[in-house]
């Protein structure tokens, strides 16, 4: 069993709902990324899961396509997002998934690929536009080293294509909640639920839903269907505001702040025990303006992330 199954086994045997943040390698920038990593998990992260940065990323909404632009614009690249990744294992113990399109990975090359993740730590590897028709190589270069591949499912895949992705996806499956690009939105899309239970009829992996996802209450009710909820566009568009922002200087990375008001706010109230050290987080949204009290943290194993 991969170590996504075994997290996804714990969340299950705990009856609770997994948080799986995203963010793009090297946004606002590679330090940063490193350190956002690493508290991320510490606020209670399930999965994370690291872009790498596209020059046509179609899939994703304006808020993760500038993401992409500013990382590409700093000349990030796929090693580089990868070093992020190692770096952050040797204070981390959480899967981190590797999200990309596939076009930089086949200039990367599949093996090389397969190899420098598994030395990095990456526990699987997420390719927006790999269709299944052509998955068979890298789920033989990416399996043969203990590394999972994850699929995409979307409310408009037939049946008989979702029963041949499930019968290729390892890990969990990423349901896609709508039709259309990532983007924060106002309400869980109808077509969630029902495409769960389409992929539960036949596939016994675990199943996340994304797309969309960006509040408390959305993540709430996609627990109540799923095994675990994705928020991207809402955390990016977070580190967006606050990597502009001028207390934000070159010495002093603004990941207190993204943690704090923004990363934060979708992670449910929680225990974590860690070392016989517990962390409690509160959390709550209090304005339209997408602000959030600080956080009160007892017994904070990571002292960067006190209130102060």
Not at 276 to 298: D, G, M, P
Request: proline fraction near 5%.
């Amino acid at each position: 069993m991969s170590r996504i199954r075994d997290t996804f086994a714990e969340l299950k045997h705990s009856r609770r709902g997994g948080f799986i943040p995203f963010i793009t390698a090297g946004d606002p920038d590679l330090e940063t990324t490193e350190l956002l990593l690493v508290e991320l998990a510490a606020a209670g992260a399930d999965v994370i899961e690291l872009g790498v940065p596209f020059s046509d990323p179609v899939a994703d909404g304006e808020v993760i396509q500038r993401a992409s632009e500013r990382a590409l614009g700093k000349g990030v690249t796929l090693s580089e997002a990868l070093r992020c990744v190692s770096n952050a294992k040797a204070h981390v113990d959480i899967p981190i998934v590797l999200f990309s399109y596939l076009n930089p990975l086949l200039k990367f090359g599949k093996d090389r690929l397969a190899e420098d993740a598994k030395r990095a730590g990456v526990d699987a590897v997420l390719i927006t536009d790999l269709t299944p028709e052509e998955a068979g190589p890298w789920i033989r270069a990416l399996r043969g080293r203990g590394i999972d591949l994850i699929f995409l499912v979307a409310p408009t895949t037939s049946d008989e294509r979702l029963t041949r992705i499930a019968q290729q996806a390892h890990g969990f499956i990423y349901a896609v909640s709508r039709a259309g690009v990532t983007g924060v939105r106002n309400e869980v899309p109808r077509d969630a639920e029902p495409l769960v239970k389409r992929v539960r009829a036949v596939s016994d992996l675990p199943v996340a839903v994304g797309f969309g996802i960006s509040t408390a209450e959305q993540v709430r009710q996609v627990w109540r269907f799923a095994d675990a909820a994705v928020i991207g566009s809402a955390i990016v568009s977070e580190i967006e505001k606050l990597a502009d922002s001028p207390r934000a200087g070159k010495t002093h990375r603004p990941v207190r702040s993204i943690i704090a008001t923004g990363a934060t706010r979708w992670v449910r109230t929680r225990r974590l025990a860690r070392q016989k050290q517990v962390l409690y987080v509160f959390v709550s949204i209090t304005s339209a303006q997408n602000s959030c009290e600080r956080l009160h943290w007892f017994d904070v194993r990571a002292e960067n992330l006190k209130s102060s």
